[in-house]
């Protein structure tokens, strides 16, 4: 019998009116096999597993009292990841050993509890500091992969001024350009090749989506990449890249604190 909680609504969370005291940052991973819930509905779950952990939430001021629980940046549909973002602010201090212990028996399906920081209560919204994804896309060992004409397909695409492409927006198809949300993509060094690319989140420009980075690279190759899955490996706020502008090559990946 599955024992993890049930979703429940920002409006049915107990509000308290104690003040704030500390801003826990939780880095948790998804499988790919975890259940496809619409964000509002992950919203939900993850604040049915935090009540259910007994961690005592705080709620934002104001004539509508919300939950003060923050995501980076929304994950793609059935996409498996390794480092998401939540804030989580809290009425007491808890060590991290507690929230650890407390959490991860009511974790939402499919998730799991990879670190914790304890961050600055005072800091700004987690939502709006999101400036990057890198993200693992793994190919179809089963299918041979030309390792220099995709690693001369990635540099063609970083060199490049301009990349068009077109996506859809409700019921019409947009074009854009791609090239400015992509800051790295290049093929790793493994066997079989995958390749790891790094986006960036931009409020006006929008998202660098994996799976146009790589219809980018089979436009140049023409033909089709055999990708076998995707990974958004982690986030990255705009104060763990090179500099505030957003690089448009990335060298090595910052890595996210762990306590």
Same mark, same amino acid.
């Given at each position: 019998?599955?024992?993890?909680?049930?979703?429940?609504?920002?409006?049915?969370?107990?509000?308290?009116?104690?003040?704030?005291?500390?801003?826990?940052?939780?880095?948790?991973?998804?499988?790919?096999?975890?259940?496809?819930?619409?964000?509002?509905?992950?919203?939900?779950?993850?604040?049915?597993?935090?009540?259910?952990?007994? =961690?005592?939430?705080?709620?934002?001021? &104001?004539?509508?009292?919300?939950?003060?629980?923050?995501?980076?940046?929304?994950?793609?549909?059935?996409? *498996?990841?390794?480092?998401?973002?939540?804030?989580?602010?809290?009425?007491?201090?808890?060590?991290?050993?507690?929230?650890?212990?407390?959490?991860?028996?009511?974790?939402?399906?499919?998730?799991?509890?990879?670190?914790?920081?304890?961050?600055?209560?005072?800091?700004?919204?987690? *939502?709006?500091?999101?400036?990057?994804?890198?993200?693992?896309?793994? =190919?179809?060992?089963?299918?041979?992969?030309?390792?220099? #004409?995709? *690693?001369?397909?990635? #540099?063609?695409? %970083?060199?490049? !001024?301009?990349?068009?492409?077109?996506?859809?927006?409700?019921?019409?198809?947009?074009?854009?350009?791609?090239?400015?949300?992509?800051?790295?993509? !290049?093929?790793?060094?493994?066997?079989?090749?995958?390749?790891?690319?790094?986006?960036?989140?931009?409020?006006? =420009?929008?998202?660098?989506?994996?799976?146009?980075?790589?219809?980018? %690279?089979?436009?140049?190759?023409?033909?089709?990449?055999?990708?076998? &899955?995707?990974?958004?490996?982690?986030?990255?706020?705009?104060?763990?890249?090179?500099?505030?502008?957003?690089?448009?090559?990335?060298?090595?990946?910052?890595?996210?604190? !762990?306590?």
């Amino acid at each position: 019998m599955d024992d993890r909680p049930a979703t429940v609504s920002e409006e049915a969370a107990p509000q308290t009116n104690e003040p704030p005291r500390q801003r826990w940052r939780l880095v948790v991973g998804r499988a790919p096999d975890a259940p496809a819930l619409a964000q509002r509905e992950l919203n939900e779950a993850w604040l049915a597993s935090i009540l259910a952990a007994g =961690l005592p939430l705080a709620h934002s001021d &104001g004539t509508s009292p919300k939950p003060r629980i923050s995501f980076g940046a929304p994950l793609p549909s059935g996409m *498996a990841a390794d480092g998401e973002l939540i804030d989580v602010v809290l009425t007491e201090r808890w060590p991290a050993w507690r929230v650890r212990e407390s959490l991860e028996p009511v974790l939402p399906d499919g998730w799991r509890l990879v670190g914790l920081e304890d961050v600055w209560l005072g800091g700004p919204p987690l *939502a709006g500091r999101v400036a990057a994804g890198d993200y693992r896309i793994e =190919l179809d060992p089963a299918i041979a992969i030309d390792r220099a #004409a995709l *690693a001369r397909a990635c #540099a063609t695409l %970083l060199s490049s !001024r301009h990349v068009p492409r077109q996506r859809t927006k409700g019921d019409r198809v947009v074009d854009y350009d791609l090239r400015p949300l992509v800051l790295d993509v !290049r093929v790793a060094d493994d066997d079989p090749p995958r390749l790891i690319a790094r986006t960036r989140f931009h409020p006006e =420009l929008g998202t660098g989506r994996p799976e146009e980075v790589v219809g980018a %690279l089979e436009t140049t190759l023409g033909g089709p990449l055999p990708v076998a &899955g995707m990974v958004r490996e982690r986030l990255l706020l705009v104060d763990e890249l090179e500099d505030g502008d957003l690089p448009q090559a990335a060298t090595a990946p910052a890595r996210v604190g !762990r306590k």
